[in-house]
């Protein structure tokens, strides 16, 4: 519910302190910026909707009518006219991979098919990587993401002799569209000493053909790692210039807040460098490290406030369109003929509780990587002994994707005071596919399960797994209300959530889910001044048209970060 803000409840207090013994404000006290004549989503505890907002020093001072806050002006006070526009809190980013997102658009070949990018067969993928030969030196290396073998035409993954008919000198690794599954060429194969003999590495698969050759399909990070463990790593420099690229992406889509849901303590190390670089990131990050980053990571000082350090990154499966999601019940359309397939876990149960358990003890967030419902038991199970060992109030698990959530599961998730965050963006792009092949028509119409959540008192986020898919928060929240595939066809409209309740599983709940909303995530006094300005109000607008809200500005800490040429 939404109800226009008597403004005095949030100013009292702060009118005190600006105001000076006339009724004006001092100079030296009065509003850095006043945002006025708008409506300001507050997405606050009762959803007000208020005329203006009063900044200083970064900070939101004031939330109220247009009469009350510009009472806060002085002489140096910047004033921006919103015209009516809609002022809401920053996007708050629940998961995603900020800086894979900018290694992958500025260094690799895009590889994704319709509607994201144009690869229709494997001869165009080819064609691609036989362009980017050309360009560079023999012997380095050519990486391209987004490809899925589900949208070619010839139905199937390309193998290391596909990628070997682009370039024989050339080292060449290519990453599914899941991001959990990657293809080799004969040379890359040869330099990470994959061969006939190799044996498979636990939770990971290395793909073999009849008479036990590999061919150049690999399953999972125990076994694509073996390849992508031999890649040289880029120049600093360039890793800077890829976080800088992809912060201005999610600026431009209204995020404030990124996230880095597996972060190396390399890339933790970078991040904080690029954070302590003025000007290089733009937006805020949040970072989970993942298990063996952690100590280190979280010992490190943290300077100023664009970057934080969240919980801790695990994996209990992978993911259900590379068919090695974990699932209780096999797959729609049988994988590779077996009827019996259900995916498989990345760690047996209790291996997996015992690094649930290790992180929990430690007084961190524990973020789950889980798609299967069978991946999820694992999940709720290490959850329940953790804390039967070690009681914690308020720990804030978190399920990362949550896929394919069943009823029971999600009421077990609400004693455990677990946190889900939906990867809703599967119902555009795969719900044709979960519906057709992987999970069939009634488990498709109940994947990301927002409603039940909702009917739960479950507080859930969403997230859009960049550089999985594009971000994009508009088309999140469009998703969640409409659940409409890019066919047209509607996955589960019993799962449809209101606007309102889409537009704070992007923003407070996000940063709730984070531990950072006392800072982040509305438009409250006290709070940074993270800022989205948008062309409508989603609350307002046709559901159907949602998607179609342009981000105008993006401020963080009062200062616009989009765009920049303003």
Known sequence: MVRFLSSKPLIAGVLSLLIGSYGQAAADESADTIYRNGAIVTLNATNDIAQAVAVKDGNIVAVGSDQEIDSLKGDRTRVVELQG??????????????????????????????????????????????????????GEWIQGFGYDDTLLAEGRHPTRYDLDRASTKHPIEIRHVSGHLTVANTLALELAGI???????????????????????????????IVTGVIPPMAPQKYFTAINYAANLYAAKGVTTANDGAASMGLVSLLKAASEQPGLLPIRVNAWPTADAAEAAYALELKGDKLSLGGTKEFADGSIQAYTGYLSQPYHTAFHGDEDYKGFSRHDREVLAAKILKIHRSGKQVMIHTNGDAAIDDALYGFSKAQQAFP?????????????????????????????????????????????????????????????????????????????VPMDPMLMIWSAVSRTSTSGRVIGAEQTITPLQALRATTIDAAYQNFEEKVKGSVEVGKLADFAILSSNPLTVKPGTIKDIQVLETIVGDKRVYPLNK
């Open 85 to 138: 526009k809609t002022l809401i809190p920053g996007f708050y980013d629940a998961h995603s991979h900020i800086v894979a997102t900018g290694i992958i658009g500025l260094f690799q070949v895009n590889l994704n098919s319709p509607p994201i990018g144009q690869i229709k067969t494997i001869d165009d993928i080819v064609a691609l990587l036989q362009s980017k030969a050309l360009e560079t030196p023999e």
């Open 195 to 225: 061969s006939a003999d190799t044996p498979q590495p636990e939770g990971g698969v290395i793909r073999k053909d009849d008479v036990g050759k590999p061919t150049g399909i690999l399953d999972e990070a125990p076994a694509t790692d």
């Open 392 to 468: 914690r109030d308020d720990a804030r698990h978190v399920l990362i994707h949550t896929q394919m959530a069943r009823e029971d599961q999600l009421d077990r998730m609400s004693e455990l005071g677990i946190i889900p965050s939906f990867f809703e963006l599967h119902t555009y792009y795969w719900g044709d596919r979960h519906s057709d092949i992987f999970m069939g028509p009634e488990r498709a119409a109940r994947m990301s399960p927002t409603r039940s959540a909702v009917q739960r008192g479950i507080r859930f986020t969403l997230h859009a797994d960049t550089p999985v």
